[in-house]
C-alpha cells in the first residue's frame, strides 16, 4: 500500500476490496479475485462469509456502523480510478502506467485492458517480494503478471531518480502514473518528494492520486468516520501524516508544474456510482481524488 512496510493498512484494504468482490455481480462496484489471497487468518473468516449474500449485507452493516464510510468510500474510489485509468488510456493515449504504492492491489492483472499497455509497480522491497511470492504461488493467476514490471523503493532511504530506471522517462511513452491509498500515509518531507519526481516527466503526463483533506489530520473529530479509522490505524502502529487543504490545491500542484483537472470529494464520486444508494452514505468525505497534468516547466 506504500513506499514503506504498511502490511496491516493494506491488508485491511484488501478485505474491503475482497467483501466487495463478493457482493452479487449486478451490485459490485468491481471484481477483484487477487485480494483475498493477501488476507492474513484473521480477515480469512471474514471473506469467506461475506460470500454469502446475507452475510454480506450484515458485514457492509457491520463495517459502517464502526468505521463509517470506509467500505463505500473504499469500493467506490477503486471503481472511479478503475475507470480513470481505462478511459485515459484510450482517450490520451498511454502505454504506460506507473502504480506507485501499489500494495495488495492488482490493478494491472484485474482490468485485463485490450490495448498492449507496460505497466510498473514500484513499493517497498520487502511487501513487494510478499506480494510477487504470493502471486507466483496462486496456480489461478493469469499470464500477464509478466508484463509487469517490479521496482523496489524504498523512500526512507532511497532517492527516487537513483534508483527508478530512466527508461520509463523515454520520449515514446505517454506515462500515467495511479498513486491511491498513498499520500496521506508519507510523511510531509516524503510526500512533496513524489511530486517532484512526477513533474520531471514529459508534459502530458498524468496524475491520478486520492489523498486527505488536511484538516482531518489535527481535528478529525470534524468528519465522520475520521476518529474510528484512525484509532484503528494508531492500535497498529500507522498513521496519517501528509494532508492537502483541496481549497488550494490548485495552487499546490502549481508549484510542481501540474494543472489539476478534477477533485472528487468521497460524496461525489459515491453519488456516482450507488446512485440513489449514496444520499443514505456518509462518513470518508474528508478523502479525495484528483487527476492532473504534467505542464511545460
Same mark, same amino acid.
Given at each position: 500500500? +506504500?513506499?514503506? =512496510? $504498511?502490511?496491516?493498512a *493494506?491488508? !485491511?484494504l484488501?478485505?474491503?476490496? *475482497?467483501?466487495? +468482490?463478493?457482493?452479487?455481480?449486478?451490485?459490485?462496484?468491481?471484481?477483484?479475485?487477487?485480494?483475498?489471497?493477501?488476507?492474513?487468518?484473521?480477515?480469512?473468516?471474514?471473506?469467506?462469509?461475506?460470500? =454469502?449474500?446475507?452475510?454480506?449485507?450484515? #458485514?457492509?452493516?457491520?463495517?459502517?456502523?464502526?468505521?463509517?464510510? /470506509?467500505? $463505500?468510500?473504499?469500493?467506490?474510489?477503486?471503481?472511479?480510478?478503475?475507470?480513470?485509468?481505462?478511459? $485515459?488510456?484510450?482517450?490520451?493515449?498511454?502505454?504506460?502506467? #506507473?502504480?506507485?504504492?501499489?500494495?495488495?492491489?492488482?490493478?494491472?492483472l484485474?482490468?485485463?485492458?485490450?490495448?498492449?499497455?507496460?505497466?510498473?509497480? #514500484?513499493?517497498?522491497?520487502?511487501?513487494?517480494? @510478499?506480494?510477487? %511470492?504470493t502471486? /507466483?504461488?496462486?496456480?489461478?493467476?493469469?499470464?500477464?503478471?509478466?508484463? #509487469?514490471?517490479?521496482?523496489? &523503493? %524504498?523512500?526512507?532511504?532511497?532517492?527516487?531518480?537513483? &534508483?527508478?530506471?530512466? =527508461?520509463?522517462?523515454?520520449?515514446?511513452?505517454?506515462?500515467?502514473?495511479?498513486?491511491?491509498?498513498?499520500?496521506?500515509?508519507?510523511?510531509?518531507? =516524503?510526500?512533496?518528494?513524489?511530486?517532484?519526481?512526477?513533474?520531471?516527466?514529459?508534459?502530458? $503526463?498524468?496524475?491520478?492520486?486520492?489523498?486527505?483533506?488536511?484538516?482531518?489530520? @489535527?481535528?478529525?473529530?470534524?468528519?465522520?468516520?475520521? /476518529? +474510528?479509522?484512525?484509532?484503528?490505524?494508531?492500535?497498529?502502529?500507522?498513521?496519517w501524516?501528509?494532508?492537502?487543504?483541496?481549497?488550494?490545491?490548485?495552487?499546490?500542484?502549481?508549484?510542481?508544474?501540474?494543472?489539476l483537472?478534477?477533485?472528487?470529494?468521497?460524496?461525489?464520486?459515491?453519488?456516482?456510482y450507488?446512485?440513489? @444508494?449514496?444520499?443514505?452514505?456518509?462518513? !470518508?468525505?474528508? !478523502?479525495?481524488?484528483?487527476?492532473?497534468?504534467?505542464t511545460?516547466?
Amino acid at each position: 500500500m +506504500s513506499l514503506v =512496510i $504498511t502490511s496491516k493498512a *493494506a491488508a !485491511y484494504l484488501a478485505l474491503l476490496r *475482497a467483501i466487495e +468482490s463478493n457482493r452479487p455481480e449486478n451490485k459490485r462496484l468491481f471484481y477483484d479475485p487477487y485480494a483475498k489471497l493477501f488476507l492474513p487468518t484473521s480477515f480469512k473468516l471474514v471473506e469467506k462469509l461475506s460470500r =454469502i449474500p446475507f452475510m454480506n449485507r450484515f #458485514i457492509h452493516w457491520f463495517i459502517d456502523r464502526y468505521w463509517t464510510g /470506509a467500505l $463505500t468510500c473504499c469500493a467506490a474510489r477503486t471503481r472511479l480510478v478503475d475507470v480513470m485509468t481505462v478511459n $485515459t488510456v484510450q482517450d490520451e493515449g498511454i502505454n504506460q502506467v #506507473i502504480v506507485f504504492g501499489a500494495g495488495y492491489d492488482c490493478r494491472a492483472l484485474r482490468l485485463q485492458m485490450k490495448k498492449r499497455i507496460q505497466f510498473v509497480e #514500484i513499493d517497498h522491497p520487502d511487501f513487494q517480494a @510478499e506480494k510477487r %511470492d504470493t502471486l /507466483a504461488k496462486n496456480p489461478g493467476r493469469n499470464g500477464m503478471e509478466a508484463m #509487469i514490471n517490479y521496482v523496489p &523503493v %524504498d523512500l526512507l532511504t532511497q532517492d527516487l531518480d537513483h &534508483v527508478i530506471p530512466q =527508461i520509463f522517462q523515454q520520449g515514446h511513452y505517454k506515462t500515467m502514473f495511479i498513486w491511491e491509498g498513498v499520500t496521506n500515509i508519507l510523511t510531509a518531507p =516524503i510526500a512533496p518528494k513524489v511530486f517532484e519526481y512526477f513533474k520531471t516527466f514529459q508534459p502530458g $503526463t498524468i496524475i491520478v492520486f486520492t489523498y486527505v483533506d488536511k484538516e482531518v489530520l @489535527e481535528h478529525p473529530e470534524k468528519f465522520t468516520g475520521a /476518529a +474510528s479509522v484512525t484509532k484503528l490505524l494508531r492500535r497498529n502502529n500507522e498513521f496519517w501524516n501528509f494532508g492537502i487543504d483541496p481549497a488550494t490545491i490548485k495552487e499546490f500542484l502549481a508549484s510542481y508544474n501540474m494543472e489539476l483537472m478534477h477533485n472528487l470529494d468521497c460524496n461525489v464520486y459515491r453519488r456516482m456510482y450507488y446512485g440513489e @444508494e449514496a444520499a443514505s452514505m456518509k462518513g !470518508y468525505e474528508f !478523502y479525495r481524488v484528483a487527476m492532473a497534468r504534467v505542464t511545460e516547466g
